[in-house]
């Protein structure tokens, strides 16, 4: 006598029996004699597999973090930060199936997951964690920024971003800066050389206006192998206006504060084998005690030569990377006013020296006219004291990878 099967052997084996009347194959085998059954040659099926979440580790740290499920559709995600606790945005794409950050991941973070996972009517909550990679040191480039936070700056003081490698990517740089001002003002960006950027108004800035800089750098690519490792932003004043015109027709250095004349003192400037540069400067630095070589303005270095020195200059103000100072001459205090005799700088009595440097900010502007050497030569070089105001406007919008004018942003007082 048979024994009759079970209720599920009975679901499998109809389940069975049905696919083989419609496709006509033999899916059974009958073994005829006394005890004989049916047996099945097929597996019988097995239950669901549950879903897992799958997520590489560690994830690429320059690159969107993306969560998957081996099974059914992702519901909602949620990644956070364990240590910052802050939540990673992202949102899943409906091509794929997969959840993918918005913004990118912290390099070297650990971030948890919560995700729900639905498979017909049925809705599993997962959880789960991921490990960033942390970003290689040969990939990340640093910057600096000038004005530094807290800066009191001259009306023409250009905002200088300097890189320590080449960007290759400008235009993504110039999309990741942001200047706002108290007072709004129209000024563009502008690529001096490959590792530095400025951004200088179109006119110089207002008078105590607060300036904000902020550099949204992280993660962003600049070059094929460099990426951002960090944000920055800096806040500066803009201070009085202070504009410095040195006249060698008439041998006067005189100071305005903002458009009033303060001073007015006899000067020398460079003589004919040195002739200082007719053009706009801008005060860079101050040292009130510099060093001065024949040897490192690549003079000479011959100490049998007349053109040979080695001098310790009290209140040195720096106008040109390329060397060009206003600073205290005490041994052409005769000649100021009346011939020039410096290898280029400025010359001014010692008193005269200090109140110019005591007065004088970064970013104030510095005329020298009437010499007949023009700044040509600097400002093709990128020098940071001759670049920014001796450049029409379209040059310097050309200057720029993205090429546009920018209105800066409003910022509160």
């Not at 049925?122 to 530094?148: D, E, M, W, Y």
């Not at 110039?174 to 590792?195: D, F, K, Q, R, Y």
Request: glycine share 8%; aromatic share 8%; net charge positive.
């Amino acid at each position: 006598m048979l024994r009759k099967p079970s209720t599920t052997s009975v679901m499998v084996v109809a389940s069975v029996a049905a696919s083989v009347l419609l496709s006509g194959c033999a899916g059974l085998q009958v073994r005829a004699g006394s005890g004989s059954s049916w047996v099945p040659t097929t597996a019988p099926a097995t239950p669901h597999a549950a879903p897992k979440l799958v997520v590489a580790s560690p994830a690429p740290w320059n690159a969107p973090l993306q969560v998957a499920a081996t099974s059914g559709t992702l519901a909602a995600v949620v990644v956070t930060d364990k240590a910052s606790l802050l939540t990673l945005p992202g949102t899943v794409d409906p091509s794929t199936g997969a959840w993918v950050s918005t913004a990118p991941p912290n390099p070297g973070a650990v971030y948890r997951i919560a995700a729900q996972v639905t498979d017909g009517s049925t809705t599993a909550n997962l959880t789960g964690a991921v490990r960033v990679a942390t970003q290689p040191a040969s990939t990340k480039i640093h910057f600096g920024i000038l004005p530094g936070t807290g800066a009191t700056v001259g009306v023409n003081a250009p905002i200088v971003i300097r890189f320590d490698h080449n960007v290759t990517r400008k235009a993504d740089v110039e999309n990741a800066l942001t200047v706002a001002s108290t007072t709004p003002v129209v000024g563009a960006w502008h690529w001096v050389s490959a590792a530095e950027i400025h951004f200088r108004p179109q006119n110089p800035w207002p008078t105590h206006t607060k300036v904000r800089v902020t550099l949204a750098l992280d993660h962003v690519q600049v070059s094929a192998t460099r990426y951002g490792n960090r944000d920055a932003t800096s806040t500066f004043t803009v201070g009085d206006a202070h504009e410095t015109i040195v006249d060698d027709k008439s041998k006067t250095f005189t100071v305005k504060v903002n458009g009033k004349v303060r001073y007015t003192w006899p000067t020398s400037l460079g003589r004919p084998e040195y002739v200082t540069r007719t053009g706009n400067y801008i005060v860079l630095e101050k040292d009130p005690l510099r060093e001065m070589t024949s040897c490192s303005a690549k003079i000479t270095c011959d100490k049998t030569s007349k053109d040979y020195y080695d001098l310790q200059v009290q209140w040195a103000t720096r106008l040109s990377w390329s060397g060009t100072f206003i600073h205290a001459a005490p041994w052409s205090v005769a000649k100021q006013g009346l011939v020039d005799s410096s290898h280029g700088c400025i010359h001014l009595t010692i008193d005269r020296a200090k109140t110019y440097f005591d007065l004088a900010q970064y970013g104030d502007i510095v005329r020298v006219l009437n010499t007949g050497r023009p700044i040509d030569d600097l400002v093709q070089h990128g020098d940071p004291g001759a670049t920014d105001w001796n450049t029409t406007w379209p040059v310097w919008l050309a200057g720029s990878a993205v090429g546009a004018e920018i209105t800066t942003a409003p910022l509160s007082a």
